[in-house]
C-alpha cells in the first residue's frame, strides 16, 4: 500500500508541474479485487457513476492500486 500511494504522490507532483491541478481518484476502499470478484455488476455501476461525476469536473482520473 505504501508503495501505491508514493506512486500516487508522485504522480500528483508532475501533473502540477504542469499546471494541472483538478485530478480525481478512484477509492480502492470502494472498488477493490474482493468487490469486483464478488459484485462485478455492483463494481461496474460504482464505476460508472463515479467516472461520469468526475469526468464533468477533473481533467485527470487516477486509479490509485497497487499492481504488484
Known sequence: MFFSTLLCRL????LKQQGIDDIGFI???TVNGHVVKHYAKDTEDLLENFLEALMNTKSTIIFPYNMW
Do not use: G, I, R, V
Request: charged share 45%.
Open 27 to 29: 477509492d480502492p476502499n
Open 11 to 14: 504522480k500528483m507532483w508532475e
